[in-house]
């Protein structure tokens, strides 16, 4: 999140006339239902506050001077809100806080005293995702996982934020539950924690945590989380593999096929056949026959409409139907020449294609999901008045064999598998949210590019970490 808010609260023209207070209350509860849990350390005024119903979560650091404490709030990805802004409070007689004056969206007008064990049972837990995230080095905001704790990290420049709390169990405290505020340095954070009384442990002091590459920071020696790796927490998102299926044959039933044999005369067209699939072409040749003074050939089939239909959790049949416009074997006397002899037909001329979804990197090596054709079936029946043995054997043993093997292995090929990808890639956002609880996230589409796809029994599983 761009800003060069400093670290340090802004002064107040609201100033207090004597310097002796009574300690501030250690919980609070704001007039809006929000948990306030606050720590004095010397003139210094740290809170975590939270509210799960009003999207809120933040950490507070500023200073006491009387009855009037001046400091800055910044909300942390607990909960949606990314509100961030100063705050002037006044302590009453009673002990409770009362909103002077505010910028950026304080939650609360009013905060007042509360016992821990009035709220107890209502403490909130983890939350199930980020409420924000960058999910980048030059970004850290976020949510980070060790073996225990849970961390909600705010940066904004150079400023670093973020409250970390313990596991528990519901009607219970966490044993620890710190705020800290400190800075950045290229890899390095540094700053103060500060133990808030959500937790039962107490105590203040200096952190320090080195960034690496993968995201995670590591532990100095005397946290007070103890030592270690925080990792970067990101859930899986996982739809329906139907629903990636479906973006991926939009493309497939871009594929055109031409099957062509016969160039002019007695001669055989090379490289006349060919599979398309955008500006890809690939070229292939198909046999021909001889007998007797006659040569037979695949003549002009190009492919019209293409037809799926799924047949497993990961598989689906593309019929590729062909121009139905007869005249599909060609038949010419090799003495006599061409238009003497009668034409043959192959009645209602299919290309079935099985097609699988895989793992497949885009031209830019992003990931994303492609297709593996895992067989074909070249189907039609001969419309010929007495067939000749040997065009049914051509016809079975060598056509037949070379539209399968030639479509299989051709669009099994990196450049049509890629172009694929590369569509697949970038439908990826509404394939994201297409998962029934993304509303829940509030991510940013744009900042959560997924950095693995996987396919998982009958789901695709988008991996951000």
Sequence with gaps: MPSNNPMQPSASTLTSKTATHTPLAPVFAGNDGGAYYVTEVGEKVYWFAEHPGRDYAHVFHGTREGDVINGRFYSVPKDRATTLGQVTLKVRPNGSLERVSETGGFPSKALGPVSMDAIVDKLPGRAKYAGFTGNTLADLDGVFDDDGHRCYLRQIGELVVFFAE????????????????????????????????????????????????????????????????????????????????????????????????????????????????????????????????????????????????????????????????????????????????????????????????????????????????????????????????????WITSKVRPRIENSVMQLLNQEGFQVIVANEVQRGLDALVKAASEYSLFGYSPSALVPKHVAISGNKVVFRFI
């Design 166 to 393: 313990e596991d528990f169990k519901k009607g219970e405290r966490p044993e620890k539950a710190v705020v800290f505020v400190g800075e950045r340095s290229g890899n390095t954070l540094k700053g103060e924690w500060i133990a808030v009384p959500k937790g039962k442990k107490t105590g203040n002091g200096t952190l320090g945590m080195s960034l690496q590459p993968n995201r995670s920071l590591v532990k100095a020696a005397g946290s007070p989380l103890g030592t270690g790796i925080f990792a970067p927490f990101l859930p899986e998102i996982a739809i329906p593999i139907a629903t990636a299926m479906e973006l991926a044959n939009t493309q497939l039933n871009k594929v055109e096929i031409r099957l062509d044999g016969h160039a002019s005369g007695d001669q055989p067209l090379k490289d006349g056949s060919y599979i398309k699939l955008g500006s890809v072409i690939k070229k292939f040749t198909m046999p021909h026959h001889d007998r007797l003074t006659y040569r037979y050939f695949i003549n002009d089939m190009t492919s019209d409409v293409i037809h799926a239909k799924p047949i497993g959790e990961n598989e689906t049949r593309l019929s590729i139907v062909f121009e139905d416009k007869g005249r599909e074997i060609k038949r010419v006397d090799r003495n006599v020449g061409d238009g003497v002899a009668r034409d043959w037909n192959i009645e209602n001329p299919r290309c079935d294609l099985y097609v699988k979804l895989i793992n497949h990197e885009t031209s830019d090596g992003r990931p994303s999901i492609s297709y593996e054709v895992t067989n074909v079936d070249f189907l039609g029946e001969l419309d010929a008045p007495a067939l000749i043995e040997s065009i049914d054997d």
